[in-house]
């Protein structure tokens, strides 16, 4: 069987990453909104601080951002199935949510991508262990609880 690679389309094209903010020197991506610096700060760089490699800043950059209005962090308008922001996004945010929906993540993992998907899964643990970082006790018994009752419902034993 000869398996043809798909042509680059619009939804398909490389996203470089918005401009790294730095708060202390006020120097912001040129199209944030004073909620999005807000955002940035009450929520995306208590991560982005915590991640260990450059490699997870710049991937962490390119799936999420502030939000403009409301509180949080959203994806990135070009975030979409097949793309490997998406792959990220949905397998971290699998791993903090082991009871969701596991079909979503079993589809991204027989997707192909244009980056390697060992250098993926590494972005994926490093976001994954700065988020744990910045949770409650409480949060983070639930999230092992979780895990735990999964790994029962399937026979695993640890």
Excluded at 5 to 30: C, G, I, L, N, Q
Excluded at 106 to 111: A, F, K, P
Excluded at 132 to 150: F, H, K, T, Y
């Amino acid at each position: 069987m000869v398996k043809r690679r798909r042509k680059k389309t619009p939804d398909h094209e490389e996203h470089e990453p918005y401009d790294e903010p730095h708060p202390s020197t006020d120097t912001w991506p040129d199209d944030w909104t004073p909620k999005q610096r807000t955002n940035w700060l009450e929520h995306g760089a208590i991560v982005y601080n915590n991640l260990e490699t450059e490699q997870a800043q710049y991937w962490y950059r390119r799936t999420w951002r502030p939000k403009c209005r409301n509180s949080g962090m959203m994806k990135c308008d070009h975030v979409k199935l097949g793309t490997p922001e998406d792959y990220i996004e949905e397998n971290v945010s699998d791993t903090l949510n082991p009871m969701g929906n596991m079909t979503s993540v079993m589809m991204r993992q027989v997707s192909r991508y244009s980056v390697d998907r060992d250098v993926l899964d590494d972005v994926v643990d490093d976001i994954v262990q700065a988020k744990i970082q910045n949770m409650s006790e409480a949060q983070q018994q639930r999230l092992v609880g979780d895990a735990q009752r999964l790994a029962n419902a399937y026979g695993l034993s640890q």
